[in-house]
């Protein structure tokens, strides 16, 4: 006898169901299990893989060094733009001026 086997697709997850989380955890306060090599978070127990903690740390840090070099960049083209529009006005108000002691010296 030949056993068949069912390849038909099965639904996996139920339409519009979710899983709901009740708060995001920061993992702010944590302890180090040396035996199994494992860290604890202290709020929700959650337990993570040493290196994949590790990794993640730094990947966060990548991500802020990224975002710091971006705002770093902004700032400078920021000033820059502020200095190009006070020199403009300096200009503009140097025109007016000239334009009103030539109209007063017209004028006479």
């Known amino acids: 006898m030949v056993d068949i086997v069912d ?6 997850f139920k339409v519009g169901e979710k899983k709901v989380y009740d708060h995001q955890c920061a993992h702010s306060q944590l302890t180090i299990d040396e035996k199994r090599r494992l860290i604890v978070c202290d709020n929700c127990g959650q337990h993570f ?4 903690y590790v ?5 966060k ?8 070099r971006y ?3 902004k ?4 000033s820059e733009e502020i200095e190009a529009k006070k020199r403009e006005l ?4 140097a025109q007016v001026s000239r334009a009103n002691k030539r109209s007063t010296q017209t004028d006479k």
Do not use: P, V, Y
């Open 7 to 12: 390849f038909t697709r099965k639904q996996q």
């Open 49 to 52: 893989d040493a290196f994949d």
């Open 55 to 59: 990794m993640r740390i730094a990947e």
């Open 61 to 68: 840090e990548i991500r802020i060094r990224s975002n710091l």
């Open 71 to 73: 705002l770093r960049g």
């Open 75 to 78: 700032t400078k083209q920021l």
């Open 90 to 93: 300096r200009n503009i108000k």
